[in-house]
T-cell receptor
């Protein structure tokens, strides 16, 4: 069965430090991969997506993610975190048709 | 582009009443819309998938007679919580898919509180 795992429930980083949020998926073929961000009480905003092609994708707000087929991973990175990046981050996998699976989310706290 | 709106953003109602939530794709036509429910500090739980002009497909465990979904046009889907009870209090989020791509664009959510 398809699944999405975000191993880190909560991460705390200092402002200006680098960030990496992990995402692993289980799917037989190459899925569509997404990262979304959710601020408290808000909907989800698409940060970036991977469908095919270059495995390093650039997104909004300075985020990037790398698809590694051999590791079934799609980790999100940012070289320098800003206080406004504090939010909940969700990795998601589209498996074709109407199948769409979310990870359990990673809560990011940024300390000054 | 790809903006999805929801209305209302929050609603408080009495137990036993019905509440309608609208989801609109503002700048694109969405043949498929999705309805999710999110509990505090949890991920999104897919409730149902609605395709324009056809009946919604509900996920296992979701009562279709309680959560009525209508997708009458390519830009509007509605979720009606019928005879709401306090346990229906939650954050409801819709999304719309831009076909043929698989990206889902999400609305800002509706906070429902049933007293």
């Amino acid at each position: 069965a398809q699944s999405v795992t975000q191993p880190d429930i909560h991460i705390t980083v200092s402002e200006g430090a680098s960030l990496e949020l992990r995402c692993n998926y289980s799917y037989g073929a190459t899925p569509y991969l997404f990262w979304y961000v959710q601020s408290p009480g808000q909907g989800l905003q698409l940060l970036l997506k991977y469908f095919s092609g270059d495995t390093l994708v650039q997104g909004i707000k300075g985020f990037e993610a790398e698809f590694k087929r051999s590791q079934s991973s799609f980790n999100l990175r940012k070289p320098s975190v800003h206080w406004s990046d504090a939010a909940e981050y969700f990795c998601a996998v589209g498996a074709g048709g109407n199948q769409f699976y979310f990870g359990t989310g990673t809560s990011l706290t940024v300390i000054p | 582009g790809a903006v999805v709106s929801q209305h209302p953003s929050r609603v408080i109602c009495k137990s036993g009443t019905s509440v309608k939530i609208e989801c609109r794709s503002l700048d694109f036509q969405a043949t498929t819309m999705f309805w999710y429910r999110q509990f505090p500090k949890q991920s999104l739980m897919l409730m149902a998938t609605s395709n324009e002009g056809s009946k919604a497909t509900y996920e296992q465990g979701v009562e279709k007679d309680k959560f009525l979904i209508n997708h009458a046009s390519l830009t509007l889907s509605t979720l009606t919580v019928t005879s709401a009870h306090p346990e229906d209090s939650s954050f409801y989020i819709c999304s719309a898919r831009v076909t043929p791509a698989e990206t889902q664009y999400f609305g800002p959510g509706t906070r429902l509180l049933v007293l």
